[in-house]
């Protein structure tokens, strides 16, 4: 069966054919362990581990189960609860085990069957002076985060403040943003041209707002404004366009490209196509013309 669950309800019904432990269990010791015959027969350095591992904490778990008549039988591998031989050990969590050792399935019982999920040992916890009762700060002039000794031998406080109250920074801020705008390539478009883009779209509805009898008439609206602008949007050949007003409902979205108006008096020479953006193009039959929301990308 390559089912996953398949897998678990096995290993569910196979638990009671096999002395009723899986390994993985959690379990406990019984009270009257000490008294049953495993126990007895161990010799006295075996029985002060299983008595130190059961005063452990730790939550035990099962590790192997096996079969007494193992040998005798080896082609049936259904066993009953008082022929279960079970390896336990303490788990110390991420894997790791302590004191594994080998019991017979009258010395121990499930922890709880109802909550498979162990709990976490006391031992594991630590104890943690941390206080979240918050306290008023106080400033000191001494502090040696805000005093400099400036090379006389003396802490005199630090000057924090910085030239201009600031006003470096935004000056800074200016120039870089300049030489970002003023960085000229062809085929790529600056943010501020990518805002003018969205700008005149909206102005002629082509955020959504406005409605168009035709999609044709929507990409007509596109191109004039882009070329008011400086950008020739690039041949769209798409056939399902010219259909689109006759088919009720029709949608789609489409990536358009475009490029800068050629400055040169070649009428047939161009610029190269815009790289770092395209204008998506999203339309839709809403009934009483097309919505469209287009942007620069």
Not at 127 to 138: H, I, L, R, S
């Amino acid at each position: 069966m390559g089912k996953k669950f398949d897998k678990i309800f096995e290993a569910v019904v196979s638990r009671y054919q096999v002395g009723g432990y899986l390994p993985g269990d959690i379990v406990k010791f019984r009270p009257s362990y000490k008294s049953t015959a495993c126990y007895k027969a161990m010799h006295s350095i075996m029985q002060k581990e299983l008595d130190e591992l059961a005063k452990s904490g730790l939550n035990i778990k099962v590790t192997q189960v096996g079969d007494k008549l193992a040998n005798q039988s080896m082609a049936n591998q259904h066993k009953t609860a008082d022929q279960a031989v079970i390896t336990i050990a303490g788990d110390q969590g991420g894997g790791r085990y302590y004191g594994a050792i080998t019991v017979s399935a009258d010395m121990i019982d499930i922890e709880d069957a109802s909550d498979p999920t162990p709990n976490i040992p006391d031992q594991f916890y630590r104890d943690d002076d941390t206080n979240f009762k918050p306290v008023e700060w106080k400033s000191d002039a001494q502090n040696i985060t805000r005093v400099t000794d400036k090379g006389n031998g003396k802490n005199t406080p630090t000057d924090l403040k910085l030239a201009g109250e600031g006003t470096r920074l935004k000056r800074d801020n200016d120039n870089l943003s300049a030489l970002y705008e003023n960085t000229y390539r062809s085929d790529m478009i600056t943010p501020k041209e990518r805002r003018k883009i969205s700008s005149v779209f909206t102005h002629v509805g082509l955020d959504g707002n406005g409605r168009f009898e035709t999609v044709g008439k929507a990409i007509s609206a596109a191109t004039q404004v882009l070329s008011d602008i400086g950008f020739d949007l690039d041949m769209v050949s798409d056939h399902k366009l010219a259909q689109a007003h006759h088919n009720p409902g029709s949608k789609d979205s489409l990536l358009l490209s475009y490029r800068r108006t050629s400055a040169g008096a070649d009428p047939f020479s161009e610029e190269e196509q815009i790289d770092n953006s395209r204008i998506s193009f999203n339309y839709t039959d809403v009934g009483n013309g097309f919505e469209v929301v287009a942007y620069a990308s």
